[in-house]
């Protein structure tokens, strides 16, 4: 049955299966891109599903081919071209990843296509995470000229180590399922069209359970993440703003338009 706090979303749309709550990123002609509207929707739909009185396990997905393809390009160029914009997005952008790690609701990720940039930290926070065998994941940040400061240098070393971390967070290379899963960056890699079979079991197994211990069960290893994210989320938000001001940041944004490769300086 939906509820009456869904209305208030344009960018998100929920799916109900029994006491299952699935919020869809829901803009698949731009493969789910946060935009600033869907950025504060992120912000609060989690405090809304913590309330939600009809479910006691969360699904995140994306609509269409997408998970999500991270940082909307039009917000991209207008921060590119007045770099002081972001700082209105930072309040946000610490609330969409503390309130989805403070969520006691257990959160499962179905990575259905690709999760790039703040759309691979909003999969890796979540508890756990199915991702088909056709998906792509990564953080990009690099590309464009940007530090990875939305979450990506916060969650990465906790799910596969610091080296591996650094390396996938300063190349920005995109990863397979297969890859994903063997280094433990997401716990299940599975063919796509057995995706929804594999993320309903795991479901069904967790609704059948003791509600209360699960919960409680994840708010304790939340809590050591959630210190180690309040850091690193201040530090990367704070570096992330420096290089919104770089000259390669401009660059990155005027290379994607031009359709060409970006020539960095270092400046």
């Given at each position: 049955m939906k509820e009456a706090w869904e209305d208030a979303y344009t960018m998100l749309r929920f799916e109900r299966r029994g006491r299952i709550l699935t919020i869809v990123l829901d803009d698949p002609e731009r493969l789910n891109a946060v935009n600033p509207a869907m950025h504060h929707e992120l912000a609060r739909v989690f405090l809304d599903a913590a309330d939600d009185a009809g479910s006691d396990i969360i699904v995140l997905t994306g609509a269409g081919r997408a998970f999500s393809?991270?940082?909307?390009?039009?917000?991209?160029?207008?921060?590119?071209?007045?770099?002081?914009?972001?700082?209105?997005?930072?309040?946000?952008?610490?609330?969409?990843?503390?309130?989805?790690?403070?969520?006691?609701?257990?959160?499962?990720?179905?990575?259905?296509?690709?999760?790039?940039?703040?759309?691979?930290?909003?999969?890796?926070?979540?508890?756990?995470?199915?991702?088909?065998?056709?998906?792509?994941?990564?953080?990009?940040?690099?590309?464009?000229?940007?530090?990875?400061?939305?979450?990506?240098?916060?969650?990465?070393?906790?799910?596969?180590?610091?080296?591996?971390?650094?390396?996938?967070?300063m190349t920005g290379d995109l990863l397979d399922g297969s890859t994903a899963e063997k280094i433990g960056l997401v716990n299940h890699c599975?063919?796509?069209?057995?995706?929804?079979?594999?993320?309903?079991?795991?479901?069904?197994?967790?609704?059948?359970?003791?509600?209360?211990?699960?919960?409680?069960?994840?708010?304790?290893?939340n809590a050591e993440l959630k210190r180690i994210a309040g850091a690193a989320l201040d530090a990367g938000l704070a570096y992330e703003a420096l290089s919104v001001h770089s000259k390669d940041h401009g660059e990155a944004v005027d290379a994607f338009l031009e359709k060409r490769r970006p020539n960095f300086t270092g400046e």
């Open positions: 393809a991270g940082g909307d390009l039009v917000r991209m160029k207008e921060v590119a071209r007045a770099p002081a914009t972001f700082l209105s997005d930072l309040p946000s952008a610490k609330r969409v990843i503390f309130s989805l790690l403070d969520l006691e609701k257990p959160i499962v990720a179905r990575i259905n296509g690709p999760a790039v940039g703040l759309g691979a930290t909003l999969a890796l926070c979540c508890d756990v995470s199915f991702m088909a065998d056709t998906a792509k994941i990564g953080d990009p940040h690099v590309a464009a000229g940007l530090v990875a400061g939305d979450g990506g240098a916060a969650i990465w070393p906790q799910l596969v180590g610091f080296a591996r971390a650094k390396e996938y967070l599975v063919p796509a069209g057995e995706l929804d079979q594999h993320v309903d079991a795991f479901c069904d197994r967790l609704a059948a359970g003791a509600t209360r211990a699960i919960r409680w069960t994840k708010t304790v290893a």
